[in-house]
């Protein structure tokens, strides 16, 4: 694209600025009261290119005042070159400075999109991590409560295995006296021992 630029640039169907003399002023001296013309020449360059070709009408001016005037002619095709040439080269250098603002700028919204993608991934897994740990904390404090209610049922049937050895030695010590005290009031001897094998 800019390459068909250029090349519309540099054709030569652009029309050269067109030397358009104006009228000449008729400057009078008041010391020798000669009167001496003086062409001024105005450029006027047209920006849109035209398809006819304009037509320059020149007034006849003196030989040595050709020989300026085609020094000049020169002068200005050089200077017109260079312009031309500037004007080439400022546009190469605008669009190369477009292109470049246009890939940092298209690299800066990649790396952004990339930074906010990466936060977005690392957001969801940190989510998920948080909600596996409380659901492991939450596992964890109900086996920690299901093990408190094992120890705890583990103590009351233990109690309650005491209580029952406690109540039958009870028992047992209870009937021994109540034998023992049967056979002192009888005088009686206990046939078997208790205890003895």
Sequence with gaps: MAEEQLKKTESP????????????????????????QKPLVQFH??????????????????????????GGSHDRDVALGEVEKE???SFIKAWEDSEKSKA???SQKKLSDVTAWEN????????KL?????????????YAEKMKNKVALVHREAEEK?????????????KAEEMA?????????????????
């Excluded at 977005?120 to 989510?127: I, V, W």
């Excluded at 005491?162 to 209870?174: C, I, P």
Aim: aromatic share 2%.
């Design 13 to 36: 169907a652009a029309p050269a600025p067109a030397l358009v003399p104006a009228p000449a002023p008729v400057v009078a001296e008041a010391k020798n009261d000669v009167v001496e």
């Design 45 to 70: 360059e047209e920006k849109k290119p035209d398809e006819s070709k304009a037509l320059v009408v020149v007034d006849k001016i003196s030989d040595s005042a050709e020989k300026k005037i085609s």
């Design 87 to 89: 004007k080439r080269l």
């Design 104 to 106: 940092e700028n298209k």
């Design 120 to 127: 977005s991934k690392k957001a969801s897994l940190e989510a």
């Design 130 to 142: 948080k909600k596996k740990e409380e659901q492991l904390e939450r596992k964890k404090a109900e």
């Design 162 to 174: 005491r209580a029952m050895v406690e109540a039958k030695r009870g028992e047992e010590v209870l």
């Design 181 to 197: 005290a049967k056979f002192r009031a009888t005088n009686t001897t206990p046939k078997k021992l208790l205890g003895c094998f």
